[in-house]
């Protein structure tokens, strides 16, 4: 049983930087892995990035390489989303995912935090 909280969504300039987290609950957040995903008004929920439970791997969404960075503390059973270089595209409401595989897909994921919204001005 895992609780996902995202926080950390606000109004920011293109251009700029946001850090979004994830706070989970449990004693097993290690075993998982964690994934971001977002959804825009009128669009399908979409894959961003994910981490392994050791933090050893990363993938990323092409739309979001080289500007969204993952990573994980699993000292503090959290989970974090660097991003940079907003684009006004990135607007969304961001939510994070827990699941024993380490996927794009959002199948495997059996946790997901209620969002965060993220909004990138132009």
């Known amino acids: 049983q895992v609780r996902l909280v995202e926080s950390g969504g606000g109004l920011v300039q293109a251009g700029g930087s946001l850090r979004i987290s994830c706070a989970a609950s449990?004693?097993?957040?290690?075993?998982?892995?964690m994934g971001w995903f977002r959804q825009a008004p009128g669009k399908e929920r979409e894959f961003v990035a994910t981490?392994?439970?050791?933090?050893?791997?990363?993938y990323y969404a092409t739309s979001v390489k080289g500007r969204f960075t993952i990573s994980r503390d699993n000292a503090k059973n959290t989970v974090y989303l660097q991003m940079n270089s907003l684009k006004p595209e990135d607007t969304a409401v961001y939510y994070c995912a827990a699941g024993r595989y380490f996927s794009v897909a959002p199948g495997p994921y059996d946790y997901w935090g209620q969002g965060t919204q993220v909004t990138v001005s132009s």
């Open positions: 981490i392994s439970q050791s933090g050893g791997n990363t």
């Open positions: 449990g004693r097993t957040f290690s075993n998982y892995a």
